[in-house]
């Protein structure tokens, strides 16, 4: 397995609210990008895609810890399995502020590894630098 971290973000938002909106599939319908990812289908815990030029792929939330941590594996077909945890820790005490990290776990042979490697830590980047403005400009306070 090949691991990879992300950089830390910081959302001005509670940690509460960055979970019960990341934990629930059925949120991601309105924020995937339809220009690349295709058929789309999500349940609470699982969610089906294609994605252009790599296929059908699948994910599934297999555990929860509320407000702390989001673990996430491949579901179906998938061009590789993998684990991705989603961290959040509250950062100040008025609970307004939560940093966020991803964690990608992947079974990746030499070559793939070569392949997609950069990718995958250039991606997870992306995704926190994402989350941030999509918390902190989308998101409204509960």
């Known amino acids: 397995m090949s691991k990879y971290t992300s950089k830390t973000g910081k959302i001005n938002k509670s940690a ?6 990341l934990t629930d599939f059925n949120n991601l319908t309105s924020i995937v990008p339809a220009d690349k990812v295709k058929d789309f289908e ?16 699948g ?36 609970k307004n502020a939560t940093a966020i990290r991803l964690t990608i ?5 030499p070559m793939m590894k070569m392949m997609v490697g950069k990718h ?6 992306a995704a926190v630098d994402q989350a941030v403005v999509f918390f902190n400009e989308k998101i409204k306070d509960e």
């Open 105 to 109: 776990d992947a079974s990746l042979n």
């Open 16 to 21: 509460e609210l960055i979970y019960n909106f």
């Open 59 to 94: 994910l599934k939330i297999i555990e929860k810890e509320p407000h702390k941590l989001i673990k996430i594996t491949s579901d179906g077909k998938s061009p590789f399995s993998f684990f991705l945890w989603i961290q959040l820790k509250t950062v100040d005490d008025s």
């Open 120 to 125: 995958l830590q250039k991606g997870i980047d």
């Open 42 to 57: 999500a349940t609470e815990d699982t969610c089906k895609f294609k994605i252009d030029g790599v296929g059908k792929a």
